[in-house]
T-cell receptor, first 114, second 112 residues
Framework: QQQVKQSPQSLIVQKGGISIINCAYE??????FPWYQQFPGKGPALLIA?????SEKKEGRFTISFNKSAKQFSLHIMDSQPGDSATYFC?????????????FGQGTRLTINP | DGGITQSPKYLFRKEGQNVTLSCEQN?????MYWYRQDPGQGLRLIYY???????QKGDIAEGYSVSREKKESFPLTVTSAQKNPTAFYLC???????????FGPGTRLTVT
């Protein structure tokens, strides 16, 4: 019930194209859905996040779409650039007493071909 | 510069030895976390701490131990009881009440 399932495992997109990564969850207690970006040998960094009371959030070329009834959310990267090549993780969090714990998806390795 | 430091970046140990990974933060965050990252498995929570002198087990705590004697520091010991210790270890911190976690650069541990 605490899992977040992410797909695809890897994705290759041409420069200028749209990259789409999908995640699904089961636990309706999750109330925060972030996406993290990780470059090789580095720690993940928060990219964008959404709460379940909003269906879409956009920051620059990055958009989260959220479907509460389907328990799915996705990351869209518009006009994908070679510098976007990284591993992306979706995550979900809920508020326990004295803790805000994150559950991560398995990750998607994104490659943008020039 | 505020941030999280983890040292060393690469660590090599022989099987049967305990090893301690360092995590220090100067963000004045109360909460700190340790994750393990394996290829194709995302990040899994090992231990977390919300305040000094208190910590909780995460999803994969077996074979690991932690201490939280200072707000800035949250060292992780990988004991010989951990069956598959080779992995990339990530430390993170956050402000209680905030979901955003800030990650360090990680330590890659190889045990042979």
């Amino acid at each position: 019930q605490q899992q977040v399932k992410q797909s695809p495992q890897s994705l290759i997109v041409q420069k200028g194209g749209i990259s789409i990564i999908n995640c699904a969850y089961e636990n309706t207690a999750f109330d925060y859905f972030p996406w993290y970006q990780q470059f090789p040998g580095k720690g993940p960094a928060l990219l964008i996040a959404i709460r379940p009371d909003v269906s879409e959030k956009k920051e620059g070329r990055f958009t989260i779409s959220f479907n509460k009834s389907a328990k799915q959310f996705s990351l869209h990267i518009m006009d994908s650039q070679p510098g976007d090549s990284a591993t992306y993780f979706c995550a979900a969090s809920w508020d326990e007493v004295r803790a805000q714990k994150l559950v991560f998806g398995q990750g998607t390795r994104l490659t943008i071909n020039p | 510069d505020g941030g999280i430091t983890q040292s060393p970046k690469y660590l090599f140990r022989k099987e049967g030895q305990n090893v301690t990974l360092s995590c220090e933060q100067n963000l004045n965050h109360d909460a700190m976390y340790w994750y393990r990252q394996d290829p194709g498995q995302g990040l899994r929570l090992i231990y977390y701490s919300q305040i000094v002198n208190d910590f909780q087990k995460g999803d994969i705590a077996e074979g690991y131990s932690v201490s939280r004697e200072k707000k800035e520091s949250f060292p992780l010991t990988v004991t010989s009881a951990q069956k598959n210790p080779t992995a990339f270890y990530l430390c993170a911190s956050s402000v209680p009440g905030s979901y955003e976690q800030y990650f360090g650069p990680g330590t890659r541990l190889t045990v042979t």
